[in-house]
């Protein structure tokens, strides 16, 4: 085995696997299920953590997400997405403050991000795998996305297309991160703005809540650090203008949505206390 990043050969045990490809079901993004994970390896020069999986498991993994239907749960939420998203484009557009351009997202879901986008301004592109999110993107917000594989869709560009790329919580499904990373920086322009969200596996959470972090599921193939992130941005040769914390919005209702999922008596309790109608529309 050879790290996605660096490759080195050299690794470290994280944690032990509970899952194979048999156990995995259809899954949705906002999945709160219990933590189930493939054995977890660290990289001993780069710091990434990846998940070791063989072919089956990776076929399960994206006929699941392709046909994986409604996600009620996400749509729920819809309203604190999008102000999330105008919260995120506010930042972008103070690095094209008199002109903008194309933009586009990979993994984009229903479309929530690339709409705020569109009415700032942008001329959006946007791809996603699952056929249920292609379709309703096109029904909610009338984009008409790309829906099929990333790497595939994105070389069917021309070079130098984009001034912006958008990749949020999106690098961490993919077995081969580098090929896109490499992909991207070809496809945007010069001085162009790749922006891109994963959460971090050496977070003070992260180290809090251990194998319970939310981020340990079983379609995250990769967990990165600011290290390796930086590492595997600048193989594609990126240069990193910031780092920042990406804030997000949510309802306490999708709160205690998540809190349910956890397999420990006072999380599911605060959980069972949320997760109700009565908290749907606050923010937090
Ligand atoms: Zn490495």
Redesign the pocket.
Known sequence: MQ??????EHFSEFYKTNVTAKDLKRYQITENTPRFYGAMLK??????VSITFDTPYLTKLLTNYKHSGQDVVYIAEEQQRRRTARNLLKKINTFFPDRKGKLLELGCYIGSFLFEAKCSGWEVYGIDLSHWAAREAQRRYNLSIHNGDAIQTLAQFSDHSFEVIVALDFIEHLPKPQELIDLLHKKLKPGGLFIITTPDINSITARLFGKQWYAIVPSHLHYFSKS?IR?LLENGGFTITQYKYHTRYFSLWYLGYRLSGFSFPLARFLGGIFNSEFFNQRNV
């Open positions: 790290c996605i990043v660096c490759t080195s990289c001993r020069l780069c710091g990434v390796s590492y």
